[in-house]
């Protein structure tokens, strides 16, 4: 879902970012096009009616009403009240991106440290992980409408091999009114002490390490939890929602082209297409949409997280890393600087047009061009 384009802008060009106005997917047109068309028509219907249906002394009236509206628009503090929201729904958007839990760690540390080639190492080492795993994805369907459609109930959970017949008899068994993402935990960690008493884990600090770092993970799926249970107070949402379509339905009637021939200051010309007051509600609506599309990353928008994506890589890796990776290393060999004190790797004939200059200065330079000046030699 997540749209990236930062491949197109990794160089800073003349107007670099002109071709990603003409973009559709996660674009503002997409998300705005629907208000944008109401705004118009709406704005059209009032002019129509003003300038065809009113007779003149309803005109006069009109007129009076359209310049109260504009006169007192400008009052409403929809700059500060629309930045201030924005950037507190932005730092909280990156903030959930940032406390995604992601079991890499943790997999490096059991593959490493829980040993036994035998059948039951390779059992606990799967197991430890898909634990692991089972508590994202249960902190996921709390948070995510996409992952709750994809595991509807815990049956499906069972279904998908994220855990066994049994483990579910012993889940339900647990009675708590509150989300049971802890559970797996428990289990990581009561297991990993057995693994320490068995032998399994050879020393008791790489069993500190690996509870501190399942904690991390803990502490990851429940700071998720979190901002999914406490959101942005509901009243101040309501604010800024209210300040945007009030400022805007104030503009449809004030900013309206009023007859050149009563003198109003400011509409000597009649030029019926707002242009300047259709940018601007494009720039406030689209800052709202932008808030909008933000306060909940884990719903189905173009630019929402991939929730799916996660879980399916999460628990690929994870597995890969503790069963078929576990001591499996290619032999140690001497590399090809072993005896050079200045590593310097080659240019080959497709860099040759991508040579610059380093902090080692011009020296470094030459000798990239004449690396490539051989390499199209031979």
């Given at each position: 879902m997540t749209v990236t384009y930062s491949s197109k802008v990794a160089n800073a060009t003349f107007f670099g970012f002109h071709r990603l106005l003409l973009r559709w997917r996660g674009s503002i047109y997409k998300l705005l096009y629907r208000e944008f068309i109401v705004f118009v028509l709406l704005y059209t219907l009032v002019s129509l009616v003003y300038r065809l249906a009113l007779s003149d002394p309803e005109k006069r009236f009109f007129e009076k009403l359209a310049l109260h509206c504009n006169k007192y628009a400008e009052q409403i503090p929809v700059t500060f009240v629309l930045g201030?929201?924005?950037?507190?729904?932005?730092?909280?958007?990156?903030?959930?991106?940032?406390?995604?839990?992601?079991?890499?760690?943790?997999?490096?540390?059991?593959s490493s440290c829980v040993h036994g080639h035998d059948e039951q190492g390779r059992l606990l080492r799967r197991t430890l992980m898909r634990y692991v795993n089972l508590t994202s994805l249960l902190i996921f369907r709390s948070v995510s409408t996409a992952v709750c459609k994809r595991f509807p109930t815990m049956e499906h959970v069972v279904e998908a091999g994220f855990m066994t017949p049994e483990e579910r008899k012993i889940f339900d068994?647990?009675?708590?009114?509150?989300?049971?993402?802890?559970?797996?935990?428990?289990?990581f960690s009561n297991m990993a002490s057995r693994a320490r008493t068995e032998g399994r884990i050879k020393d008791s600090v790489d069993l500190q390490t690996i509870l501190n770092e399942m904690n991390t993970f803990r502490t990851w799926c429940s700071t998720l939890f979190g901002y999914d249970w406490v959101g942005i107070p509901l009243v101040y949402t309501q604010v800024v929602t209210l300040a945007v379509y009030t400022f805007i339905f104030a503009c449809i009637i004030g900013r309206q082209f009023l007859d050149p021939a009563q003198g109003y200051p400011g509409h000597d010309q009649d030029f019926y297409?707002?242009?300047?007051?259709?940018?601007?509600?494009?720039?406030?609506?689209?800052?709202l949409k932008v808030a909008e599309q933000l306060i909940n990353p884990f719903g189905e928008d173009d630019d929402d997280f991939?929730?799916?994506?996660?879980?399916?890589?999460?628990?690929?890796?994870?597995?890969?890393?503790?069963?078929?990776?576990?001591?499996?290393?290619?032999?140690?060999?001497?590399?090809?600087?072993?005896?050079?004190?200045?590593?310097?790797?080659?240019?080959?004939?497709?860099?040759?047009?991508?040579?610059?200059?380093?902090?080692?200065?011009?020296?470094?330079?030459?000798?990239?061009?004449?690396?490539?000046?051989?390499?199209?030699?031979?």
């Open positions: 201030f929201y924005v950037t507190l729904v932005v730092n909280r958007w990156w903030n959930q991106f940032v406390n995604l839990p992601w079991p890499d760690r943790l997999m490096f540390l059991v068994a647990v009675k708590s009114p509150h989300l049971k993402y802890w559970i797996p935990v428990v289990w297409v707002p242009i300047f007051t259709m940018l601007q509600f494009f720039f406030y609506s689209g800052w991939e929730a799916n994506w996660c879980i399916d890589r999460n628990l690929q890796v994870s597995l890969i890393a503790v069963d078929e990776m576990h001591m499996n290393f290619p032999p140690m060999t001497k590399d090809i600087y072993w005896n050079d004190s200045e590593a310097l790797p080659p240019y080959t004939l497709a860099a040759a047009d991508y040579c610059i200059p380093s902090f080692l200065g011009s020296t470094r330079e030459l000798e990239c061009r004449s690396q490539a000046q051989e390499s199209r030699d031979v």
